[in-house]
């Protein structure tokens, strides 16, 4: 009878068709016939890993070790040759994050559905758990997408820790030979965002307040907007030639340094 499991004689190259299904406690693999039938079935456990504070997670590894020897156990149950079988078709749980790296291997455990610690975190922010979350995107690609700057013979210019030029295009285009160590990321179909940064801008103002303007805040007699100008009148000549100079009435390797200074220093 059909989805029954049935032993009978078979020759050894009729298609066979297997089905795994990888839940949450355990994985089961089952071998049908062309016809429906159940050859065969092996299933194997794996355990679920409890955090405090709600979380809920599994080793990938294990779920992935575990599917194949069931897969294994039941063509060997079935007595079936490998060449026999025609299709492997998975079904698995929704809702489950793992971090991968370039070469698709695990870099964390799997965090599950059975998971709550969104609970906990919405309540530490001060909302409810039923708020949408939305996937956001990079900041520098917003800065264009917020700006409006996403057509053409249009910049986007941001300064915060760093600061960065970057133009929409409808493909992405790099510096090949690195000569500008351009970079470009996907925003939408037709859109690449292309750009180019420098990497002092916010986080050289922090360092020059913090080291400074230090002693002028215990003492209570320290004033911010000060402390910024002066730090914008000498932190905007410490990157050497692209500085705001002119190279008409200075020489283009003329650098402004703090001696023995870097904001390393503290």
């Not at 955090?51 to 599994?58: S, T």
């Not at 949408?132 to 700057?149: H, M, P």
């Not at 160590?181 to 179909?189: E, F, H, I, K, M």
Request: charged residues 25%.
């Amino acid at each position: 009878m059909r989805g029954e499991r049935v032993r009978r004689s078979r020759h050894k190259q009729d298609p066979c068709i297997i089905g795994v299904d990888i839940g949450t406690t355990g994985c089961r693999s089952t071998v049908f016939d062309s016809e429906g039938n159940i050859l065969a079935s092996q299933g194997a456990e794996y355990p679920i890993i409890y955090l405090p504070g709600g979380g809920a997670e599994q080793d990938p590894e294990v779920i992935f070790s575990q599917m194949l020897a069931v897969i294994k156990a039941s063509i060997e149950e079935a007595k079936i040759s490998p060449s026999s079988v025609a299709t492997l078709s998975l079904s698995s749980v929704f809702h489950t994050l793992i971090a991968l790296d370039g070469k698709g291997r695990p870099l964390t455990r799997a965090i599950i559905w059975l998971d709550t610690r969104s609970t906990q975190y919405a309540r530490q922010m001060g909302i409810s758990s039923s708020t949408s979350l939305i996937l956001g995107c990079g900041d520098g690609v917003l800065t264009n997408l917020g700006s409006g700057a996403v057509k053409r013979n249009s910049m986007a210019v941001m300064i915060g820790t760093s600061r960065a030029t970057r133009v929409v295009m409808e493909e992405p285009k790099l510096d090949k030979d690195e000569r500008a160590r351009t970079w470009c990321y996907y925003l939408a179909d037709r859109h690449w965002v292309c750009g180019a940064a420098v990497n002092s801008r916010g986080n050289v103002y922090r360092w020059f307040r913090d080291q400074f303007c230090k002693s002028e805040d215990e003492d209570g007699n320290n004033d911010s907007q000060e402390c910024f100008k002066s730090a914008e009148r000498r932190t905007s000549y410490l990157g050497g030639k692209f500085s705001p100079i002119s190279p008409l009435t200075h020489p283009p390797f003329l650098v402004y340094s703090i001696i023995g200074i870097s904001t390393k220093f503290r």
